[in-house]
């Protein structure tokens, strides 16, 4: 199949990665898979596509909000694209309309359109949308069950016609091996069990609420070694919690981390602690890919992808005190983290893999050409 996927981020995100990963693991499976992006995101959005393996990447200006001009070019540009194309597969709404209005202007067939909703936000089913789902739409891919549902409520669409596939991680990269040394030196880790959140520095992320955990655990006479990876506006507050709870000596703030598999190879302990749900979370598919034994919050995909103490231990999100009650289990049972961790990496590779996504996104434009 020839498939065109149409992404607007500005920067590297849950959504850039899936749609970066799906385009991947498409072409490797034989189909001529091209990934237009915004102009102007390379060092932000592009080379990271291309460092996800994605071969074929055309730039279109996908410009914020209506710009006429700008809008006009995109339309002309993807109606000679639509005409060579089987499937379009968008990701957010700027290209979701664009595509919608270019397929008329083929002058020919217009190839089905595909949307993939990544954030969990109720879609309002006025009169524009009515038509957008309805009448230019063929089918939505959602990246959990709980925005399916939200969906389902609006009544834009049949129930066939919104399918969840949750998941999409690389399970070659990120794989089960041994700590490098280095990499645990740097992180805090070196000689004691390291516990790591990899995250954005941002509220929603339960870092504050990590403190809290280890706060409870310190008045018990447990402080484990912590590190949150990642930067970002909230790192401020972060380091003035750390200071506050006195355990500037038991937590890192280690940045940015370009090397993230071999940092996720070092943690004894993973954290997926948000204060709600984000949709998919690109980092808690590779925790289970990199086979991490795990602590996440019962909030977004967690309670559908995973069975508390089966495959990670499940807490309340901003729950404090079941964090740290949890994470004293998980440091105390070496047996359990094994476990845990193997099970992990067995999910990922029979669930959640980028492979497994990309046969199920096979399967269901196939249908569509053959409607």
Same mark, same amino acid.
């Given at each position: ?310 495959? $990670?231990? /499940?807490?309340?999100?901003?729950? %404090?005190? &079941?964090? =740290?009650? *949890? !994470? @004293? #289990?998980?440091?105390?049972? $070496?047996? /359990?983290?094994?476990?845990?961790? %193997?099970? &992990?990496? =067995?999910? *990922? !590779? @029979? #669930? ?13 434009? &196939? ?5």
């Amino acid at each position: 199949m020839r498939i065109l996927h149409l992404m607007s981020c500005r920067g590297w995100s849950s959504d850039a990665y899936w749609a970066a990963r799906a385009c991947r693991e498409l072409e490797r499976r034989g189909h001529a898979v091209t990934l237009g992006c915004k102009r102007g995101t390379d060092d932000r959005v592009i080379d990271r596509a291309r460092e996800e393996g994605v071969t074929r990447i055309e730039t279109f200006e996908l410009a914020g909000g209506l710009r006429p001009a700008l809008d006009g070019a995109d339309l002309r540009r993807l109606a000679r694209a639509l005409r060579d194309a089987d499937v379009v597969h968008v990701h957010r709404g700027k290209e979701h309309w664009l595509a919608a209005a270019a397929g008329y202007l083929t002058g020919g067939r217009r190839p089905p359109v595909v949307r993939t909703r990544h954030i969990a936000q109720a879609v309002r089913p006025h009169a524009a949308n009515r038509w957008l789902y309805r009448r230019a739409t063929a089918l939505v891919v959602t990246v959990t069950e709980a925005i399916r549902r939200q969906y389902l409520a609006s009544g834009l669409l049949p129930p066939e016609r919104v399918v969840a596939l949750q998941g999409g991680a690389d399970v070659e990269t990120y794989r089960p091996g041994p700590a490098d040394p280095s990499v645990r030196r740097r992180l805090g880790g070196d000689g004691e069990p390291l516990v790591g959140l990899v995250s954005g520095l941002r509220v929603m992320k339960g870092h504050q609420v990590v403190v809290d955990a280890l706060a409870r655990l310190a008045s018990r006479g447990r402080t484990p070694r912590v590190v949150f990876v990642g930067r970002g506006t909230h790192e401020p507050a972060v380091l003035a919690a750390i200071h506050r709870a006195g355990l500037e000596r038991r937590v890192t703030v280690a940045g940015f981390a370009p090397d993230l598999p071999a940092v996720m190879a070092a943690l004894d302990v993973a954290l997926y602690v948000p204060l709600e749900s984000d949709g998919m979370s690109r980092v808690l598919f590779e925790y289970l890919a990199a086979g991490r034994p795990l602590v996440a919050a019962r909030t977004g995909v967690v309670p559908e992808v995973l069975g508390d103490g089966v495959h $990670a231990l /499940l807490v309340p999100a901003g729950d %404090a005190g &079941a964090l =740290a009650e *949890a !994470l @004293e #289990r998980l440091l105390d049972n $070496a047996a /359990l983290r094994a476990r845990l961790g %193997a099970a &992990a990496r =067995a999910l *990922a !590779l @029979e #669930r959640y893999s980028g492979a497994r996504l990309a046969e199920a996104l096979e399967t269901l434009y &196939a249908r569509l050409l053959v409607a």
